[in-house]
Structures are given as structure tokens and as C-alpha cells.
């Protein structure tokens, strides 16, 4: 089973920085890729970024194109996604997944089965 621990979140103008951090641990040798979602309440939960964990390869949403980051470090098994030029409508809870098993790239929650348990990201304007 693999387990993932985010972290990072937190509140930030509109225009600020944050850096969020997913630790997985737990059977990580085969996976295929990892991605950042987020959901607002009452929203369906939407794909951010992700990344192909053999050859780095990157998607993004295209509303984040720009000024969202997403990498990995395949040595700790952690990705990150660095968010600059926050805006107040990128506020959203913030969720690491993982899968084993998708086509490229992975574009909804349905093809992720392993969850982190959500951060906060707050952008006040």
C-alpha cells in the first residue's frame, strides 16, 4: 500500500509563493505517475498537474500553466508543486495522488488510487 503525507499549505496573499510537498512511502518502485488535484466545496475535484514518474514528463491545468511547478525527487519519493503569482480563486483544499496504472496524461481523479490527506491553500486578495 502506498501511503502519502502532504504538507506546505497554509494562507498567502494574492501574488505570494507557497511550495506544497507529497512524501510517499509504501510500495512506490512501479508507480506510473503523481499529480496535485484540488477541490472547493461543492466542486468536483480538478486536476492540477502531473508528472510521469519514469521520465518527468509534466501536465498542467491550463489555468495554472505558468505559474505552477511540479517536480519530483525520485531518491525520497516526494514531488512538489511550487505555486507562484497565487490568485484568490486558486484557493482550494490540495490533494497528492498517485496511480499505477493510467494512460498519459491522466486527467481525473477516477484514474488515481492512492489519496494524501489534503492541505489548505487559502489566497486572499
Known amino acids: 500500500q502506498v501511503q502519502l503525507v502532504e504538507s506546505g499549505g497554509g494562507l498567502v496573499q494574492a501574488g505570494g509563493s507557497l511550495r506544497l510537498s507529497c512524501a510517499a512511502s509504501g510500495g512506490t518502485f512501479k508507480m506510473f505517475a503523481m499529480a496535485w488535484f484540488r477541490q472547493d466545496p461543492g466542486k468536483e475535484r480538478e486536476i492540477v498537474a502531473a508528472i510521469s514518474w519514469r521520465d518527468g514528463n509534466t501536465y498542467y491545468k491550463d489555468s495554472v500553466k505558468g505559474r505552477f511547478t511540479i517536480s519530483r525527487v525520485s531518491a525520497k519519493n516526494t514531488v512538489y508543486l511550487q505555486m507562484n503569482s497565487l490568485k484568490p480563486e486558486d484557493t482550494a483544499v490540495y490533494y497528492c495522488?498517485?496511480?499505477?496504472?493510467?494512460?498519459?496524461?491522466?486527467?481525473?481523479?477516477?484514474?488515481?488510487?492512492?489519496w494524501g490527506q489534503g492541505t489548505q491553500v487559502t489566497v486572499s486578495s
Open positions: 495522488a498517485a496511480t499505477f496504472l493510467s494512460s498519459w496524461p491522466p486527467r481525473t481523479r477516477y484514474e488515481f488510487g492512492y
